[in-house]
């Protein structure tokens, strides 16, 4: 039988009663089921008698709107009966659960908070209550993350189910009434739904009037709902450059829902509570994490997987405890953002050895049902972000509605920007002027670089006792080049030779093509690639040949050089992973069997000779084409390349003119609108 469902959700609307009024006093004891309270109290002395302190007051109080008039006769029926109550947050789960046995008998309520590690999990005592309902018998869980915590069978077995979310208005007013003997009246709408339990219960005080409860509760709501102290400095997130529509349009989204939950307007349920951040290293996705708890007037908890390592043991258990240590820090201030860095560091599954995967499996299997239960339950209000410079490396379990979803990319910023950029982070310095010959010449930065870019230029200036000028922020984007005039041409020819192919194949819009030196390159170019859902083996082609073309141009032009190598972010590099993705993760080549994502694909060539040959074989054909590309629009090249070192930096359409200019057309495109190469 399916378990019936009562709440207390915070909708704007009125508990529906049937025919019955609603009454927001508490019920006597004929009627609710609570004890009298003929003990004489301190308060009896003062002249107080008859007020009942809060805490005693408001956990019946929730419980029963929660209830209504059918849930209650419900939970006074005659026979057996399996109860589970989820509470707001854990400080609340001892006292409801007090609250319960006053308004009917149960032979046992199970109370976990998730204070023990070792009890308080869904595998202890179900033979306890599979034993005791088999028997008749009346058994309650009470918990503000039952699936977490409570014993599985009980939540399976549940034949009603009792959601308290934050108290209502109604539920103040009563606790209100009850403790100072006087109605509450203007009330802000949710007033006390970002509280938990203590911190409500101590602002609602015998011998207090109702304005002066009112007043303590405001003022604490809005101090915890405020902005978090480590973040006053950060900038607002209407102020931000450089993070495009998607990650914009989530955040405020977010913001929006948040302060439509507060005040009663929207469930938890509905708000969008999870995202992965992905994108280059630099590009900002922990300080817009920043900005969005700020705009949210939430606490920020951020934390990473490198640090569960160095905080803990370094044994499963401990880096497992060290992650739940964290959520437990998030939930004890909730509502909060728990920001998850680097979790790109718990390898995916796919491309793990036999003994990697039976070390980082019971890891990765914890995660991912921490992460289920901390999203999927009302009761944890937790916003959950995480944060990755490698999407490809992430365990794909990872990525999916109710973890870390939808994955939101943070890409390198525009030239306007990165000029949007430099003015947020100058503040009073430099008014009034252009940055956009600035920013140019810093095309492909991150925004982290361009922070450092001012920090370099202050420095300068102080250094020679004056203010900053535009120059000193020019020198410290694109220092003087030490390089010498043949070192400059070769490096332009390189670049110009991508920037020509990256437009004559079409991969995507060319953005800027530069000389600037940044760390580990001699120069960039920047294309936004065309956002095709599915690619074809023709089209990574391409993408291959434009990342070959620079050292086709240098063995044009000479002699190959080192310039294509290095790295993982080197020309070679990116070639050599979309060459061995065709094999080994897309099923584009001779063999359909996959070995994983394209890391994977790259390691397999280390252990695969096989695999290895295929892949150099294509390579060097690949090769052969970038030769042949070079040979037949080379004027065009040697054009962009002289223009760029005398500017430094070159827009996509300045490359596009002097295309143009030097070669009549851009290449005849075939039937698909892919450019014809010379073969």
Known sequence: MEAAEMSNSQNGRKPSHGNDAFVPELMPRDEAGFPADDAQTPYVRHGLAGLRAAREVLPGAALLEALGPAGLRRLRGPGGLAVVVEVPTADWCQHVGSALRDIVPFVHVE????????QHKPSEGND????????????????????????????????????????????????????????ARRMPVAVAGSLNFDALTSQIRIGSTPRECIARIRSIAEAR???????????????LHGYGSPAMEWARDLVRDLDAWREGRLDWS??????????????????????????????????????????????????LKAFEGK???????????????????????????????????????????????????????????????????????????????????????????????????LGADLPGEDLMPVAMLGTGATGAEAVGWIKAARSAARAEGRRMVVADLARAVAPEDDRTPEELAVCARHEAAHAVAARIRDIGTLRSVSLAMSTGTAGSVRALLHGRTLMTRAQIEDLVIVALAGRAMDASSGAANTGAGGGSGSDLAKATELVASI?????????????????????????DPALRRVVERDLQALYARAVAFVRDHRPAIEAVAERLVATRVLSGEEVERLIRSHAGTPARSNRNGRARDAR
């Open 583 to 607: 094999h080994a993760t897309f099923g584009l080549g001779d063999e359909l069997a996959i070995r994983g994502g394209p890391d994977a694909a790259v390691a397999a060539m280390r252990d």
């Open 128 to 183: 306890k209550v599979a034993r005791l309902l088999c028997e008749g018998a009346r058994v309650a869980g009470v918990s503000h993350a039952p699936e977490r915590y409570l014993p599985e069978a009980l939540v399976a077995a549940a034949d009603l189910v009792i959601r308290i979310g934050p108290p209502s208005n109604r539920v103040v007013a009563e606790t209100i009434r009850a403790a100072t003997g006087k109605r």
């Open 327 to 425: 959520l437990a820090l998030a939930a004890a201030q909730a509502p909060a953002l728990l920001f998850l860095d680097e979790v790109d560091a718990i390898p995916s599954r796919d491309g793990l050895s036999a003994r990697g995967r039976d070390w980082w499996t019971p890891v990765i299997t914890g995660v991912l049902a921490a992460l289920d239960s901390t999203t999927s339950g009302d009761a944890s209000r937790l916003i959950v972000v995480g944060a990755t410079n490698h999407l490809s490396a992430l365990d794909p379990a990872m990525i999916r509605p109710g973890r870390l979803f939808p994955p939101i990319e943070i890409a390198r910023p525009s030239v306007e920007d990165l000029a949007g950029i430099l003015r947020q982070h």
């Open 111 to 118: 109370v976990r908070d998730g204070s023990s590690k070792t």
């Open 270 to 319: 509905a708000v969008q509570r999870t995202a992965l951040l992905y994108g280059p290293p630099g590009t900002g996705k922990t300080s817009f994490v920043r900005s969005v708890a700020k705009a949210a007037r939430i606490p920020l908890i951020a934390t990473s997987v490198s640090g569960w390592f160095t905080g803990s043991n370094g044994y499963l258990d401990g880096v």
């Open 225 to 239: 709902s405020g902005i978090d102290p480590q973040l006053g400095e950060v900038p607002d997130l209407e102020t």
